[in-house]
């Protein structure tokens, strides 16, 4: 129990560090990520006005209607290009990118990549 506690820690002291430098603001609000160990979460938010502008998730009906896919990174790719879509919907171009702690590789790195595959410029 212990060691999953560590890590958690070392997550959130990671994701201190980062916040501080980052800020949404209404042209170029964050998105942040989050995944845990079976899903993976994207939200786009206004912290100026501290609301959520747009979010997709792996746990949404549009996703579990696709055909299973071969890994979580797939999933993940997949996140990022509809929250890009999403995005682009509402007007929004540019946004920052807040990976929340998390190391920029495996999901958290497809969520981007998806996402700049779609449209949306960070």
Same mark, same amino acid.
């Given at each position: 129990?212990?060691?999953? $506690?560590?890590?958690?820690?070392?997550?959130?002291?990671?994701?201190?560090?980062?916040?501080? $430098?980052?800020?949404?603001?209404?042209?170029?609000?964050?998105?942040?990520?989050?995944?845990?160990?079976?899903?993976?979460?994207?939200?786009?938010?206004?912290?100026?006005?501290?609301?959520?502008? =747009?979010?997709?998730?792996?746990?949404?009906?549009?996703?579990?209607?696709?055909?299973?896919?071969? $890994?979580?990174?797939?999933?993940?790719?997949?996140?990022?290009?509809?929250?890009?879509?999403?995005?682009?919907?509402?007007?929004?171009?540019?946004?920052?990118?807040?990976? $929340?702690?998390?190391?920029?590789?495996?999901?958290?790195?497809? =969520?981007?990549?998806?996402?700049?595959?779609?449209?949306?410029?960070?």
């Amino acid at each position: 129990m212990g060691k999953i $506690n560590i890590k958690k820690q070392a997550r959130l002291k990671r994701k201190k560090r980062i916040r501080k $430098n980052i800020l949404g603001t209404q042209k170029k609000p964050r998105l942040s990520v989050f995944r845990s160990s079976r899903q993976i979460y994207a939200q786009i938010i206004d912290d100026v006005e501290g609301r959520t502008l =747009v979010s997709a998730s792996s746990l949404e009906k549009k996703v579990k209607e696709q055909p299973k896919f071969e $890994n979580k990174i797939a999933a993940a790719h997949f996140i990022g290009k509809l929250i890009a879509e999403r995005a682009i919907e509402t007007g929004l171009k540019e946004v920052v990118f807040d990976r $929340n702690g998390f190391l920029y590789h495996g999901r958290v790195q497809a =969520v981007s990549k998806g996402a700049r595959d779609a449209g949306l410029k960070f």
